[in-house]
């Protein structure tokens, strides 16, 4: 490989190096760990070299390979915990009921035993029981402390309230690995509306969209999101069941959507809709960006995805990336 060179003992000079593989074993407890572990070797006398970064890059993937094997909570997933409590590292310990230093220690790579990493995973998980934490231990933490993670709980509920069936929609959308704004999650809504319509025959999505300068919004969800602006949506409520709250063909047609459109962004699934025929003759000539809330007619979508199932067969994946590779280059 291409480097800079490093100091070999044996050759007793600058020498040009190999990084290679191997696997080691390890014991800890009762249990041996297998992993894949890279090192130096001079390509001059083959002597193994120790190559800056790699002794640290290999205990990463040891500690990520062991946490998984244990199941046990990662740093990724302590950060995500301050983060959505909006809580720094020592008022969370406290807050749990820890020791002062114990989730910088964490954060640091200690590993934590296995019913302090089921506690953090819980409170990561649902949001209700870091409240009845944050309520048992107040005294423990400043009254700043407490309003913060008191505040940012009372935002996770908000956003995890389902009082319609399109809220729902929007979360399991949210809850399924891809990076949703409020922008693409309007789009997508739309959408699950419009092949909703042709795979089942009905319209999953019911409630009626406006023509914004921006495509296609409902208008109760942009108001949930708003706050976020263009930040990625939080899968904020990891507790729903959405096999017992949403039917297999309500499911079956937002995992469609998703195979179909959950790759674009937002900018470019706006794009997409501003070449269709539903967006384009509501807004009757009003230019692109320019505010409007007409509402987009459901006989409208119905017929406008209607026709273009006629000509693309959007009931197939390939038929809709014709769509959209047509709707692109138009």
Not at 43 to 56: F, R, S
Not at 82 to 88: A, E, M, Q, R, S
Request: aromatic share 10%.
């Amino acid at each position: 490989m291409d480097n800079d060179g490093l100091l070999c003992w044996k050759c007793r000079k600058v020498v040009p190096y190999s990084v290679c593989s191997r696997k080691r074993v390890r014991t800890i407890g009762d249990k041996k760990y297998e992993s894949i572990e890279r090192y130096g070797i001079c390509d001059i006398c083959h002597e193994e070299l120790m190559v800056p970064g790699l002794d640290d890059e290999n205990e990463r993937i040891f500690d990520a390979m062991f946490r998984s094997q244990n199941d046990l909570i990662t740093i990724n997933e302590i950060e995500q915990i301050l983060k959505k409590y909006n809580i720094d590292k020592r008022p969370l310990s406290h807050v749990l009921g820890l020791g002062e230093h114990t989730i910088s220690r964490y954060l640091e790579g200690a590993m934590p035993q296995r019913k302090y990493s089921d506690l953090l995973r819980c409170v990561l998980k649902d949001h209700k029981v870091m409240r009845e934490y944050l309520e048992k231990n107040r005294n423990c933490i400043t009254d700043i402390a407490y309003r913060k993670v008191d505040e940012a709980i009372n935002e996770i509920e908000r956003m995890c309230a389902r009082d319609s069936k399109l809220e729902l929609f929007s979360q399991y959308i949210i809850h399924n690995g891809y990076e949703v704004t409020n922008l693409s999650l309007q789009k997508l809504l739309y959408y699950a509306k419009g092949l909703s319509w042709i795979i089942l025959g009905r319209d999953i999505v019911e409630k009626k969209c406006e023509a914004w300068g921006y495509g296609p919004v409902f208008y109760d969800i942009y108001e949930k999101y708003k706050s976020l602006k263009s930040e990625v949506i939080p899968d904020y409520d990891l507790t729903i069941n959405y096999e017992e709250l949403l039917s297999k063909d309500e499911i079956r047609v937002l995992d469609y959507v998703l195979d179909c459109f959950g790759i674009y962004n937002g900018i470019t699934l706006m794009k997409l809709t501003h070449k269709e025929k539903p967006w384009v003759e509501t807004r009757g000539g009003v230019p692109e960006f320019v505010a409007s809330n007409s509402v987009i007619s459901n006989e409208l979508i119905y017929e406008y995805f209607e026709e273009m199932n006629e000509k693309y067969n959007l009931t197939n994946l390939n038929g809709v990336e014709n769509y959209i590779r047509a709707l692109r280059t138009a």
